[in-house]
T-cell receptor, first 115, second 114 residues
Framework: GQQLNQSPQSMFIQEGEDVSMNCTSS?????WLWYKQDPGEGPVLLIA?????ELTSNGRLTAQFGITRKDSFLNISASIPSDVGIYFC???????????????FGKGTKLSVIP | DTEVTQTPKHLVMGMTNKKSLKCEQH?????MYWYKQKAKKPPELMFV???????INESVPSRFSPECPNSSLLNLHLHALQPEDSALYLC?????????????FGPGTRLLVL
């Protein structure tokens, strides 16, 4: 099946620093979604990307749909303690006959912010 | 509004119990999902309902039984579960955007099977 390689697996940063994480795939994706999950809670959609090259911001968050359609990155600027959590990338691979219901997830990036 | 609600928040059950998880959305989304998530792992798809009909069953054991009474509600009936079924159970709903379904998750039900 399709796999997304998400990196880094974890990161420790100082409050105020910028953060960057990315997802790559060996095959083309039609959609990229970025979620944040707090412990014991459901994933919250941060940014959705639908077109190659698309760059979208949501407050301090910026994400881009790679031109090759095989990658996406998420940047967080000026991190704050509440940014702590696990960030998942997810997407819909472009496979003939594949249902649009099935999301492929990355393994997550665990972010820790040191005050 | 992109809210999906789930009840209960926490559930403890024995292996002989029967319980149900409930999910509700009022966004007019056409598809609803059940996922299972283990600690430090991404969500794993269990079932998909599209227009109130079961569309996808990811080879889930029959001790998990989904039900979609109407377009806003989704239930997951649990019976004779095993301790390894303990996990966070997530409901999601989706709408078509772009080339795929953009999914919105509920807060989850933390299930512990004793």
């Amino acid at each position: 099946g399709q796999q997304l390689n998400q990196s880094p697996q974890s990161m420790f940063i100082q409050e105020g620093e910028d953060v960057s994480m990315n997802c790559t795939s060996s095959s083309i994706f039609n959609t990229w979604l970025w979620y944040k999950q707090d412990p014991g809670e459901g994933p919250v959609l941060l940014i959705a990307l639908y077109k190659a090259g698309e760059l979208t911001s949501n407050g301090r968050l910026t994400a881009q749909f790679g031109i090759t359609r095989k990658d996406s990155f998420l940047n967080i600027s000026a991190s704050i303690p509440s940014d702590v959590g696990i960030y998942f990338c997810a997407g819909h691979p472009r496979i003939s006959g594949a249902g649009s219901y099935q999301l492929t997830f990355g393994k997550g990036t665990k972010l820790s912010v040191i005050p | 509004d992109t809210e999906v609600t789930q009840t209960p928040k926490h559930l403890v059950m024995g292996m002989t119990n029967k319980k149900s998880l409930k999910c509700e959305q009022h966004m007019g989304h056409r598809a609803m999902y059940w996922y299972k998530q283990k600690a430090k792992k991404p969500p794993e798809l269990m079932f998909v309902y599209s227009y109130e009909k079961l569309s996808i069953n990811e080879s889930v054991p029959s001790r998990f039984s989904p039900e979609c009474p109407n377009s806003s509600l989704l239930n997951l009936h649990l019976h004779a579960l095993q301790p390894e079924d303990s996990a966070l159970y997530l409901c999601a709903s989706s709408q078509v955007q772009g080339a795929g379904e953009t999914q919105y998750f509920g807060p989850g039900t933390r299930l512990l099977v004793l």
